[in-house]
């Protein structure tokens, strides 16, 4: 059973499009929540952080479901510079910061 | 600021052969993670040290591999008579503690023929 589970897409849409995606997780007792963002042969960095009351940050808005145990990402008027694969990251319950990472979701945005 | 730093930055080496990586974190964190990432896959765990101790080597794959960290610090990691399947790009991280962020280093490419 995967523990986070994410669309592995590519989802292809065009400049100014809005795209969403969403990610499942196993673990009711995972206590914090993430998105990052890698690009093409780089390391992971944080996006940001997702809150149960939802959180927006620009033109990206991350909301958590804890009831159902799924986190999504939105976003609007995308740019050619948002292509990347965004990661899916909880933690569990275990007094410190292990990230459990999802395999990501591909965006390609087009002109 | 310096970031996490990692070296080095690609290692091709024989089946067989032992190799060390090595990670420095950003000054003052406690926390130091490494991962590893094989082609198309997401993000391993493999070990977790607090200061120079590591509570969690839960994600260590077998006793090929060894971690250690001196002086809240620096940390190697070292694979043993490696094999092709220990081809992958591994990743160090490091954070305040707790559920801070983790700030990631640009990783080793480890090919092994």
């Known amino acids: 059973r995967k523990e986070v589970e994410q669309d592995p897409g590519p989802f292809n849409v065009p400049e100014g499009a809005t795209v969403a995606f969403n990610c499942t997780y196993s673990?009711?007792?995972?206590?914090?929540f993430f998105w990052y963002r890698q690009d093409c042969r780089k390391e992971p960095k944080l996006l940001m952080s997702?809150?149960?009351s939802g959180n927006e940050d620009g033109r990206f808005t991350a909301q958590l479901n804890r009831a159902s145990q799924y986190i999504s990402l939105l976003i609007r008027d995308s740019k050619l510079s948002d292509s990347a694969t965004y990661l899916c990251v909880v933690t569990a319950n275990s007094g410190y910061s292990t990230l459990t990472f999802g395999k990501g979701t591909m965006l390609l945005v087009s002109p | 600021g310096a970031g996490v730093s990692q070296s080095p930055s690609n290692k091709v080496t024989e089946k067989g052969k032992d190799v060390e990586l090595r990670c420095d974190p950003i000054s003052g964190h406690t926390a130091l993670y490494w991962y590893r990432q094989s082609l198309g896959q997401g993000l391993e765990f493999l070990i977790y040290f607090q200061g120079n101790s590591a509570p969690d080597k839960s994600g260590l794959p077998s006793d090929r591999f060894s971690a250690e960290r001196t002086g809240g610090s620096v940390s190697t990691l070292t694979i043993q008579r490696t094999q092709q399947e220990d081809s992958a790009v591994y990743l160090c991280?490091?954070?305040?503690?707790?559920?801070?962020?983790?700030?990631f280093g640009p990783g080793t490419r480890l090919t092994v023929l």
């Open positions: 991280a490091s954070s305040f503690g707790g559920y801070n962020e983790q700030f």
């Open positions: 673990n009711s007792a995972s206590q914090s």
């Open positions: 997702v809150y149960s």
